[in-house]
């Protein structure tokens, strides 16, 4: 069954200083995608970034870029500069089924992040 | 465009009651999500609509839960008899099943707390 581990429960870092949030996934299908949501406190879950399982670069958002290490299954979201807006829930999820078919997400269980000033 | 639109945002019940939430997606989005978030835990699939056929309901606990999407665009998600643990949010997910399709949009969602 596929799955996504999200080690971290909660993460500090210094305002303007770079984070990384940890994912690993466990799947058979050799295709698959990998999205990272924030979910501030007020609960609406934003899009950050998506890294499809056959793309060759990893996928990069503004300040947002996801270490994407196939062999490992990890798909680590990396945050530059990190501004006090950052500071929330950030979850790990994978696509269960093709980009084109009627696909399901599979959740971590979540990293809340805090950025101190 | 006008993101997904989740109603009410807030509803506190008794146990043995019934609640009704109600989502409308994202106009032109076919494949509609009611997810279950429980506190401290990530969103949890309960019922996946492709238009107005239900394509995935494995994980809706269909003693109590119901939901319908009658016409393809907005959703009810029914809970009757509430129980103590479902209290959660309620959130709802719209997607295009033209490209890009890749992203699923959130809509607020509904905070139900059973007592």
């Known amino acids: 069954a596929q799955k996504i581990t999200q080690t971290q429960p909660g993460m500090f870092v210094q305002e303007k200083e770079a984070v990384t949030l940890d994912c690993t996934y466990d799947?058979?299908?050799?295709?698959?995608?990998l999205f990272w949501y924030k979910q501030p406190s007020s609960g609406e879950m934003i899009f950050l970034i998506y890294q499809g399982s056959y793309d060759q670069q990893n996928a990069t958002e503004g300040r947002y870029s996801l270490n994407f290490q196939k062999a490992r299954k990890s798909a680590n979201l990396v945050i530059s500069a990190s501004q006090l807006g950052d500071s929330a829930m950030y979850f790990c999820?994978?696509?269960?089924?093709?980009?084109?078919?009627?696909?399901?997400?599979?959740f971590g269980s979540g990293t809340r992040l805090l950025v101190r000033p | 465009e006008a993101g997904v639109a989740q109603s009410p945002r807030y509803k506190i019940i008794e146990k043995r009651q019934s609640v009704a939430f109600w989502c409308n997606p994202i106009s032109g989005h076919a494949t509609l999500y009611w997810y279950q978030q429980i506190l401290g835990q990530g969103p949890k699939l309960l019922i996946q609509?492709?238009?107005?056929?239900?394509?995935?309901d494995s994980q809706l606990p269909k003693d109590r839960f119901s939901a319908e999407r009658l016409k393809g665009v907005d959703s009810t998600l029914k809970i009757q008899p509430a129980k103590l643990e479902d209290s959660a949010v309620y959130l709802c997910?719209?997607?295009?099943?033209?490209?890009?399709?890749?992203?699923?949009?959130f809509g607020p969602g509904t905070r139900l707390t059973v007592l």
């Open positions: 609509f492709q238009n107005n056929g239900v394509v995935d």
């Open positions: 999820a994978m696509r269960e089924g093709r980009a084109d078919s009627s696909y399901k997400l599979i």
């Open positions: 799947t058979s299908d050799p295709s698959y995608g």
């Open positions: 997910a719209s997607r295009r099943t033209r490209p890009p399709y890749n992203e699923q949009f």
